[in-house]
């Protein structure tokens, strides 16, 4: 057996959804089939917008490092061009001895504006680079945000189609819905992580049953056993004690008297042998033959 759970929305606070298709109660499935599908326009819906969201700030970002690759190449000229401009300044310096005092103090003019110049330009080349690096990275934060929404409306879409895991028959649960108890149908909303349907192996059925404090005390792992379906009295199946629940819970007519659930295998197969009918099963102890109420 194998439940199936309504799939929870990643990223989004979506409580309910909308089931717009559904698998007939008791069909027969193989593995890979589509089971359900619920209404993904909103995902589909984000997925597209996010998509040109994300191209259009993965554009921006490519232009903005273009920009800044032009313009630190623009800004290391400069540079260039005013360390070479420096030099010539103080290469005319040294002939300070032979120039007019007039050309000496322009000689000296020009030499402070060099180096006023590039000491500029190195000072504040690192700052161009420091802004135009956080303005690109702000885009390229803003494009990975944007593509991340985009992935999760994605793998939200897909969650939207519910494929059987297994080969069986399809078992509808009986849930809460619209204030009463109903299996769930096309146009019905689900919360997210409910379990409404089972895919159930027709040819390993089991039993699960409740068993009085008393006579659980005389169960053993392994214990033959036969099972009666209430709907067909003339089907017995033989069965054998699987499972044993470790702790007890109260009874149906009593707070004193304990049950203990415990699970039954069933040997063979039966085209009537469906899920969800309710059993009987009697189980061969060592001094009595006991009888256990099933569940299904």
Same mark, same amino acid.
């Given at each position: ?24 109660? &008791? ?12 209404? /993904? ?15 259009? !700030?993965?554009?921006?970002? !490519? @232009? ?16 260039? @061009?005013?360390?070479?401009? !420096?030099?010539?300044? @103080? ?14 103090? %322009? ?14 330009? $190195? ?18 934060? @803003? ?43 096309? &146009?019905?909303?689900?919360?997210? &992580?409910?379990?409404?349907?089972? =895919? ?7 039993? $699960?049953?409740? =068993? ?13 056993? %036969? ?30 008297? /304990? ?31 006991? $009888? ?5």
């Amino acid at each position: 057996m194998s439940s199936i759970i309504a799939p929870t929305v990643a990223g989004q606070q979506l409580w309910t959804l909308t089931v717009t298709k559904l698998v007939a109660n &008791g069909s027969q499935v193989h593995k890979g089939e589509i089971l359900a599908e619920f209404d /993904r326009q909103a995902q589909l819906q984000t997925f597209v917008d996010k998509r040109a969201e994300y191209t259009d !700030l993965a554009n921006q970002a !490519l @232009q903005a490092q273009a920009k800044e690759d032009a313009a630190r190449a623009k800004d290391e000229t400069e540079i260039q @061009q005013a360390e070479s401009a !420096l030099r010539k300044a @103080q290469l005319e310096i040294q002939k300070l001895e032979l120039l007019s005092q007039i050309d000496a103090e %322009k000689a000296q003019q020009t030499l402070d504006e060099a180096k006023a110049t590039f000491e500029q330009l $190195r000072e504040t080349f690192d700052l161009k680079r420091q802004a135009a690096h956080a303005s690109i990275r702000l885009l390229e934060i @803003q494009r990975d945000r944007a593509h991340e929404i985009m992935e999760h409306a994605r793998t939200n879409a897909e969650l939207m189609e519910i494929h059987s895991p297994i080969d069986g028959v399809v078992v509808l649960n009986n849930i809460w819905k619209q204030g009463n108890m109903g299996q769930v149908k096309e &146009g019905d909303q689900v919360r997210a &992580g409910m379990m409404f349907m089972q =895919v159930v192996d027709p040819s390993r059925m089991q039993v $699960r049953a409740a =068993v009085s404090q008393q006579d659980f005390l005389s169960l053993q792992f392994g214990d033959a056993a %036969k099972i009666h379906l209430d709907a067909y009295p003339d089907l017995v199946f033989p069965g054998k004690l699987e499972e044993m629940a470790p702790i007890a819970r109260s009874g149906d007519f009593s707070s004193k008297l /304990r049950t203990f659930i415990v699970v039954f295998s069933i040997e063979g197969s039966h085209a009537r042998l469906m899920p969800d009918l309710s059993a009987a099963v009697d189980v061969n102890l060592t001094t009595q033959t006991a $009888r256990v109420g099933a569940f299904q």
